[in-house]
């Protein structure tokens, strides 16, 4: 029965032709951006030489590697290193776009920040960074940011509404005040205030927002669980001697999944806006890091190089449009009222 409901609540997604869609483009967009280091990259793909064949993208070489005098790492972009392969009759294969997230054009043809050309798609920030680069590596590390924080927020959320749901009494009274004042906190301040404790990187600023973003499904949780404790066969299965948490697994958590999956798209589009915003205002990641929140901050301190803010506002209102249209598909297919 119940692979009967899940193939049409896959099939009612389907059926939602704006939400697939979204799904398509959106996982098109995010498995290439896990290739990023193909696809953007100031090192070639294979460089093939009288010294042999070299991956630079994966492995690091020193500039004796490929004969010449300095035991350094090679600098693949400096003229010098191009004309010591083409003397030892050497080719290189590079990247569609040939900077990283932090390579600097030192030969652009005006100032930093410098306008669209066809070397730099998007341009350069005020920086000489190429914004094509920075905008695919910083997707990829928003996505599986967020991506990390929903489901460890979900996992935190689910079992503590399922403990309050189901035992009910004072562990529920208790968890229900501490909930309402922990809650009830400046979110964001406080994120800003421990963040400038220390210098944040990925897994600390992924820490320090986890404490706030697991009580998203908690209620959901807990009322699915008061609702489901009381029920027939979670009597049923008491009467046979089942542990309760045999019980809060097998029968009822299924039932709060419905509601949880359903919430899930939009907690991590909630993720990304926060991460965003924790960038734009210089308490997120690290200086130099890829972020879609340092680009919203590079387009409001250019507002002379107005192809900054056009890029991160396009791209930020594609990406969340996207992730609603998903989230709104899978929140219709699981409908209950539907199945």
């Known amino acids: 029965m119940s692979s009967v409901v899940t193939q049409r609540r896959i099939a009612r997604f389907k059926s939602n032709k704006r939400a697939y869609l979204s799904l398509w483009i959106f996982g098109v967009l995010f498995i290439l951006s896990l290739f990023a280091e193909l696809i953007a990259n100031d090192k070639p793909l294979i460089i093939k030489s009288d010294q042999g064949i070299f991956w630079p993208t994966f492995f690091e070489y020193t500039e004796t590697d490929f004969g010449g005098d300095f035991d350094a790492p090679a600098d693949y972009r400096d003229p010098y290193f191009q004309e010591l392969i083409s003397e030892h009759n050497g080719w290189a294969v590079w990247p569609i776009i040939r900077f990283s997230y932090d390579t600097i054009n030192y030969d652009l043809e005006q100032p930093a920040p410098s306008p669209p050309t066809m070397t730099n798609w998007l341009g350069t920030d005020d920086q000489g960074r190429d914004v094509t680069a920075r905008l695919i590596y910083g997707f990829r590390l928003s996505v599986l940011f967020a991506t990390i924080l929903t489901l ?52 600390w600023l992924l820490v320090i927002m986890l404490l706030f973003s697991w009580m998203n499904l908690v209620d959901v949780v807990r009322a699915e669980f008061l609702r489901a404790r009381n029920l027939e066969y979670v009597r049923a299965a008491r009467a046979l001697g089942q542990p309760n948490l045999v019980i809060m697994y097998r029968h009822v958590l299924p039932n709060a999944m419905v509601a949880t999956l359903t919430f899930m798209p939009f907690i991590f589009n909630g993720s990304l806006v926060t991460l965003t915003a924790l960038d734009f205002l210089g308490f997120g990641l690290p200086p130099g890091s890829s972020s879609l929140g340092e680009l919203v901050a590079q387009g409001k301190e250019n507002l002379h190089a107005p192809w900054l803010g056009m890029t991160a506002f396009f791209s930020l209102s594609i990406m969340l449009t996207l992730l609603i249209f998903i989230g709104e598909g899978v929140r219709d297919a699981f409908d209950p009222r539907r199945v």
Not at 172 to 197: H, K, Y
């Open 152 to 203: 460890a927020s979900s996992v935190i959320g689910v079992a503590a509404g399922a403990l309050q749901g189901y035992y009910g009494g004072k562990l529920d009274l208790i968890f229900q005040r501490f909930i309402e004042i922990w809650s009830g906190l400046p979110v964001l301040f406080l994120l800003i205030i421990l963040a400038s404790l220390v210098e944040p990187n990925f897994w």
